[in-house]
């Protein structure tokens, strides 16, 4: 089998292609800092293949897809994503729209493009990151929080589409709640409760993306917070996230 891996040079996606890579899976291994991908390459037990590329640029997202469509990808992992603190008003727009372009759009394009293919060989695994802010809103970090959101429903409806097809392309989607990355370092945030650690939920999710789970949710506190979100009011949710955030955006400059 061979995987795709976007934003694998730190974080849930390096440590996906470690667990992979100790599967005997084959592992493409792609983001923006070459360094950082060899060195992983470099550590893996198997060749791995490293492809330089920023998915914030649409055209990149369609290279890559043609780069790699006659070499019969089992499974894609769209991990590559970041987020942005601050208020919806004073924050950065530029900043906002490379956020959508790689959380959003690049996940959104790299899923229609080999899910095609997967659909073709009747076969295939598709992972999609996202986190436990797709079912809040999330202020002070609306951007990432909506773009998650939009992950996870994309997601929903794609797995419905393959299940009225009878597929065995099977899709799955990771929304974990912090955990011990680089995330919180790029989002100027400091996470206000302890995070879990990030190869233990790199071994969870491909574990449970192989036995067709659709909604993966590692550690307790996500478990918890699922069902609740369902009974809570968005109006309450949204100020307790408020402050929750507002705690993470002041441990982070203390």
Known sequence: MKALITGSSSGLGRDMAKVLD??????????????????????????????????????????????????????????????????FEQSSLDEELRLIDTNVRAVHMLTKLFLKDFKKRDSGY?????????????????????????????????REELRHDHSNVHISVLCPGPVNTEFNQKAHVRFALKGLESYPVAQYAI???????????????????????????????????????KRKGKAAYE
Do not use: W
């Not at 067709?212 to 009011?233: E, N, S, Y």
């Open 22 to 87: 100790q599967m005997g899976i084959e592992v493409i291994l792609v983001a923006r800092r070459q360094e950082r991908l060899i060195e992983l390459a470099q550590e893996l037990r198997h060749q791995a293949q490293v492809i330089v590329a920023d998915l914030s640029h649409a055209d990149n997202c369609i290279q890559l897809y043609e780069q790699l469509q006659d070499q019969s990808i089992d499974i894609l992992i769209n991990n590559a994503g970041f987020g942005l603190f601050g208020s």
């Open 126 to 158: 598709i992972l999609n990151v996202a986190s436990s802010a797709a079912f809040l809103p999330g202020p002070l970090l609306s951007g990432y929080y909506a773009s998650k959101s939009y992950v996870f429903r994309l997601s929903e409806g794609i």
């Open 207 to 245: 574990t449970e993306l192989f036995k067709g789970k659709f909604l993966i949710l590692p550690g307790t506190m996500v478990k918890i917070l699922r069902p609740l979100c369902k009974i809570v009011p968005d109006s309450i949710l949204a100020r307790f996230a408020y402050h929750f955030q």
